[in-house]
């Protein structure tokens, strides 16, 4: 007992009779109700009233044996449909090639119904579908009158989307271009890396035909441009298409430089000249001047980066503090207080 244009489905008991439950859409519909049996024509009652939260009495089905004289012939097919990995498939939609009969499978992955042959035996087309995976067919399943067929096991496989991705990365000075910056797309594993010319274009896969995504930039001692500077500045928020190569607006990236500045005195409050201030796994040196004061700017891995600054000079004991620079800003050090070397 099936349906028109549903899933639901069941099967009558020993004494030819059924009952089960469907969801509808309002609170009041119709439909038609079909039933089908091998060795016998089926048969449908239209303009049943289904009614929320009530039991619905359809006139009593009377059904006739197929004839062989009449050439309307009923055949039986059955089968079952997993994913990849052997999981039963349910609502997988079951057709046959120039027919109209169908069926769902259950949440066992299971089908089986009846189909209206014309001749005894007939070559039909089993055909599997269901969204978000590639459908499959089967060619030459033979179909006997009277007869249920098993179909061999389905196996579907999900719809592979796939896309591309393209760019540019510059550098707000003179729009120079960027090698080996990083281009990650958010929720997915593939990347890209910018080449000579900042030029990047890479594919992936998507979880949908169409997704909206966040695509980022990064690379070390650069950060976003101020708004308004080229065409970057931030992430990207771009929709990617399935079969489509989507260009990205170009990232423009600035350097990240944090000025840093401090003094050097003695054990007696005298300014120190000439002392070299370095900082930690970074190349910019500064010496202090005749007041001892010391200023310079020095590039950093991120925006924020935790450094330690040394101050060295002959005939004097080494000193460090460790200090955070955080990007486009002034950290003053504490003054250093050298003692003079035994």
């Known amino acids: 007992i099936t349906i028109s244009g549903r899933a639901d489905h069941s099967y009558t008991d020993s004494s030819g009779f059924f009952s089960f439950e469907i969801e509808i859409d309002n609170s009041s519909e119709n439909v038609t109700i ?7 024509k089926p048969c449908s009652i239209e303009n049943v009233t289904l009614e929320a939260d009530k039991m619905s009495l359809t006139p009593t089905f009377s059904m006739t044996p197929a004839s062989v004289e009449e050439g309307n012939y009923i055949a039986g097919i059955s089968g079952n449909v997993v994913d990849e990995y052997e999981n039963p498939l349910e609502e997988v ?5 120039g027919h109209a009969d169908h069926s769902y499978t259950d949440s066992s992955g299971l089908f089986s119904f009846e189909v209206g042959i014309d001749n005894i035996s007939e070559n039909v087309t089993v055909n599997a579908s269901k969204v978000g995976y590639n459908p499959l067919s089967i060619e030459n399943v033979t179909l006997e009158a009277n007869e249920t067929v098993a179909v061999p096991t389905i196996s579907l496989i999900p719809e592979v989307f796939t896309t591309t991705i393209q760019g540019q ?4 000075l003179e729009n120079n271009p960027l090698e080996n910056a990083l281009i990650s797309v958010d929720n997915h594993y593939e990347t890209g890396i910018t080449d000579a010319n900042g030029n990047y274009n890479f594919s992936l ?17 650069y950060t976003y441009a101020d708004p308004g500077v080229a065409s970057g500045g931030g992430d990207m928020q771009v929709t990617l298409k399935h079969g489509q190569t989507t260009t990205v607006p170009i990232f423009v990236l600035k350097k990240c430089v944090a000025k840093i500045e401090g003094a050097v005195i003695d054990t007696l409050g005298a300014p120190i000249q000439d002392v070299l201030i370095s900082v930690s796994n970074h190349a910019p040196t500064s010496l202090t001047d005749a007041a001892g004061k010391f200023s310079f700017s020095v590039e950093i891995i991120s925006t924020i980066e935790n450094v330690t600054v040394i101050a060295t000079v002959p005939f004097y004991e080494e000193a460090q503090y460790s200090v955070t620079l955080e990007y486009d800003q002034t950290t003053v050090v504490p003054t250093f207080v050298l003692k003079q070397s035994p």
């Not at 990365?169 to 707000?172: C, F, G, T, Y």
């Open 205 to 221: 896969e998507l979880s949908s035909p169409t997704e909206d995504v966040t695509v980022s930039v990064r690379k070390p001692f």
């Open 93 to 97: 939609l079951i057709t046959i090639s």
């Open 34 to 40: 079909n039933a089908s049996r091998v060795g016998y």
């Open 169 to 172: 990365v510059i550098d707000s």
